[in-house]
T-cell receptor, first 117, second 115 residues
């Protein structure tokens, strides 16, 4: 079946510009995560949704970063007034949720590579 | 302070031999560990996972070993194949119940399989 998809795949922004990155999770996956991966580093957690509820946003680096998932499926990560240090690959992942309190595997999309000039 | 460490940025192994990738962690609350494989311009692909109640999990050519007392895990690939050349990330989570948890990743190890 279809995996996690993200768009755009590449985005070049001028410093100060606002950007919006989209994530389509796997159909039926309740949990959705955003990660930021800087060059040469591992992905770093940004935020987590369960359906439309944003349950954890502890990893968002500043108040310029905002994420939403209004209908519990597609999610958008918005970065306002982009800075050069925002240049990174932004990864989205989704997973099933279950009530057995067992960890579910996170499946990743291809990422959006953001370059801020 | 890095909670998940992969101290080898790269590893070169001959085709057919065993590849061993190592990972150390510092957070004793981590209870679920995963290995992801990543090709250039693609997202990480899930390989194998292990819960803290186990010390070994095997799936085909891939085996993950967990040593909780040493806070160390390793991924064994036997036999190594050219398609295994990729960056491998170790990841961990602390399950807090009531949903899911963000993963903490290491910096990755670039595995190169030589013919």
């Amino acid at each position: 079946g279809a995996g996690v998809s993200q768009s755009p795949r590449y985005k070049v922004a001028k410093r100060g510009q606002d950007v919006a990155l989209r994530c389509d999770p796997i159909s039926g996956h309740v949990s959705l995560f955003w990660y930021q991966q800087a060059l040469g580093q591992g992905p770093e957690f940004l935020t987590y949704f369960q359906n439309e509820a944003q349950l954890d946003k502890s990893g968002l680096p500043s108040d310029r970063f905002f994420a939403e998932r209004p209908e519990g499926s597609v999610s958008t990560l918005k970065i306002q007034r982009t800075q050069q240090e925002d240049s990174a690959v932004y990864l989205c992942a989704s997973s099933l949720y279950n009530e057995r309190e067992v960890q579910e595997t996170q499946y990743f999309g291809p990422g959006t590579r953001l370059l801020v000039l | 302070d890095q909670q998940v460490k992969q101290n080898s940025p790269s590893l070169s192994v001959q085709e057919g031999r065993i590849s061993i990738l190592n990972c150390d962690y510092t957070n004793s609350m981590f209870d679920y560990f995963l290995w992801y494989k990543k090709y250039p311009a693609e997202g990480p692909t899930f390989l194998i996972s292990i819960s803290s109640i186990k010390d070994k999990n095997e799936d085909g050519r891939f085996t993950v070993f967990l040593n909780k007392s040493a806070k160390h895990l390793s991924l064994h690939i036997v036999p190594s194949q050219p398609g295994d050349s990729a960056v491998y990330f170790c990841a961990a989570s602390e399950y807090s119940g009531g949903g899911a948890d963000g993963l903490t990743f290491g910096k990755g190890t670039h595995l190169i399989i030589q013919p």
